[in-house]
C-alpha cells in the first residue's frame, strides 16, 4: 500500500515488480490503476501473465518473461507453509529468451551502481545467496550447505509438534487481543469479506467453479438466507454491491452459511470495493470488513419474469 499510496501522490517515477500483481492484490482496483497510470516506467518480471499487465500500466510498461523455479538453470530453495525448507533442481527452459530473476537483478544492480563493494557478478550464483542468508538470518545456517548436503530441514523453533515452547515457563502464552468497535450499520448494510475459492492461487483464478462453497461462478454475493429475505431479496437475483470505494453491478444473491450481518464474495474481483484505510500496525488493509450496501438491480418481478 506504501508503493501505491506514493505513485498516487507522484513521489514514484519507475517500479520493479518481481513477480505477484501488485494491481490485482491491491484495494480500490480503481485507484491502484490510477496511480500505477502516474508512473513513468513499470517493469514486470513475470512467469505467467495476469491483470496488472493490462489494468496495472504505466506511461511505459515492459512485461518481461522470466524462469519460473523448475525452469531455473541453478538449484533454488523454497520454504513451504510449514516452515521447511527443500531443495529445487530446475530444469530446462520452455522457452529460449527468459533469464532467471537472479541474473535479471544483480545485472541491473551492476549498470546502475557499479563493481563497487558489492560483487553483483558473484550473485548471480544462487549459492553464494545462500551462503549470505545464512550469514545474516539465524536458524538458517544450513542454507550455506545445502547445495552439497541436499539436506531439507525445519527452520528451528517453528516446528511446534511437541507442548514445548520458547518461553521462561516452556508453555504457550496466550494474549487478549482487543477488537475495535464494529461501524455501525444501517438496514441495507452488510459486513462484506473477500475470499479466494479452491481453484485459486494468490489471484490467479484458473477456473470458476469453487468447490469449497458450492459455486459454479463468481460473481455473486454470498448471503445468510434471514438477510436476503429481510431486504425482500431472491437467490440468483442481480444487485448492485456498494462501498464508500466502488461499486459491483450485476451479483448474483445467493444464501451460504455467513453469519447474518455479513456477506462474501470473491478476491480479487471484489477488491474495487475495499477501501484503502489500512490497519495502524500491520499496514493491511480491511479485505474482511467492508461495509456494503445491496441494492437490487431491477425488482424481483422482472428478475423471476426476465
Known sequence: MGC??????????????????????????????????????????????????????????WVLPVLARDEEPEPTTQESMFSYIRLSDGGPPRHAGPRS??????????????????????????????????????????????????????????????????????KAQFQAIDVPPATPLHARQLRLMTVRSEGQFNTVVFEDEDIYRGQERRDVILMNPADITRLGLVRDQRVTVRSTAGELRGQRVRPFDVRAGNAMMYYPEANILVARDVDPRSKTPAFKAVVVEIEAAISVDDELTG
Open 4 to 61: 501505491i499510496e506514493a505513485a498516487g501522490r507522484g513521489e514514484m517515477d519507475t517500479a520493479v515488480c518481481l513477480g505477484g500483481n501488485l494491481f490485482g492484490s491491491s484495494p480500490d482496483a480503481v485507484y491502484a490503476s490510477q496511480a500505477l497510470g502516474r508512473l513513468s516506467a513499470i517493469a514486470y518480471l513475470s512467469t505467467s501473465l495476469n491483470t496488472g499487465h493490462a489494468w496495472g500500466t504505466a506511461k511505459d510498461t
Open 101 to 170: 530473476e537472479v541474473s535479471v537483478l544483480s545485472g541491473l544492480a551492476r549498470r546502475v551502481t557499479g563493481e563497487g563493494e558489492v560483487d553483483w557478478a558473484g550473485l548471480e550464483s544462487h549459492q553464494r545467496i545462500r551462503e549470505l542468508i545464512a550469514d545474516v538470518i539465524p536458524g538458517l545456517e544450513q542454507l550455506s550447505e545445502i547445495d552439497r548436503t541436499k539436506r531439507e530441514f525445519y527452520i528451528p523453533g517453528r516446528r511446534l509438534d511437541s507442548p514445548a515452547f520458547p518461553t521462561p515457563s516452556g
